[in-house]
């Protein structure tokens, strides 16, 4: 099993609408959840940070974190074509004599106009 | 402005040359890390640095040196680059009290 599993997609929503992504983790102890902005080429860019259970919302966006089930998402409401990107979730995961931020491998999201 | 820089973004080698890609960041952060990232695999992590003087293999070291003499600066070393280390390179900074962390812009290193 992977240490942060998400659905690779693509994911194709149309303008308007609302896009979720999802992520799963292993790490039953995990604090810190992530999501990152990847435009092809570019670096990753923090767009939301999460530690509670329930819902965070920053403009558009919403992370929603449910720790029993180890489960993480975004919500990105009145999608755009500038929203077309790949979505990285990270978890803290521990490992052998670190704890470290953990990627999972992404999910491409396309906005159809 | 807050930043974490990498040089070069763009390199163009051969098998068996050194080369080194400097990585620094100007917000004091404690911990620093390299990774590389390939089409399917994501983001691994290549070494990271809790601190000057402090720095620990990641996922996939083999291949690559570090140091971290300064605390700003985290050169990644590659002695005798080969075509398998082709990828896309992110240096990334955090402090130490939390993990949200900041990447820099990326290099681009082919290796023929």
């Known amino acids: 099993q992977k240490e942060v599993e998400q659905n690779s997609g693509p994911l194709s929503v149309p303008e308007g609408a609302i896009a979720s992504l999802n992520c799963t983790y292993s790490?039953?102890?995990?604090?810190?959840f992530f999501w990152y902005r990847q435009y092809s080429g570019k670096s990753p860019e923090l767009i939301m940070s999460?530690?509670?259970?329930g819902d965070k919302e920053d403009g558009r966006f919403t992370a929603q974190l449910n720790k029993a089930s180890q489960y993480v998402s975004l919500l990105i409401r009145d999608s755009q074509p500038s929203d077309s990107a790949t979505y990285l979730c990270?978890?803290?995961?521990?490992?052998?004599?670190?704890?470290?931020?953990?990627f999972g491998t992404g999910t491409r999201l396309t906005i159809i106009p | 402005e807050a930043q974490v820089t990498q040089n070069p973004r763009y390199l163009i080698t051969v098998t068996g040359k050194k080369l080194t890609v400097t990585c620094s960041q100007n917000?004091?952060?404690?911990?620093m890390s390299w990774y590389r990232q390939d089409p399917g695999l994501g983001l691994r992590q290549i070494y990271y640095?809790?601190?000057?003087?402090?720095?620990d293999k990641g996922d996939v070291p083999e291949g690559y040196k570090v140091s971290r003499k300064e605390k700003r600066n985290f050169p990644l070393i590659l002695e005798s680059p080969s075509p398998n280390q082709t990828s896309l390179y992110f240096c990334?900074?955090?402090?130490?009290?939390?993990?949200?962390?900041?990447f820099g812009p990326g290099t681009r290193l082919t290796v023929t």
């Open positions: 790490d039953r102890v995990s604090q810190s």
């Open positions: 990334a900074s955090r402090p130490g009290w939390s993990y949200e962390q900041y």
């Open positions: 640095s809790m601190n000057v003087e402090v720095t």
């Open positions: 999460i530690y509670s259970n």
């Open positions: 917000m004091n952060h404690e911990y």
């Open positions: 990270a978890v803290n995961i521990r490992g052998f004599g670190n704890e470290k931020l953990t």
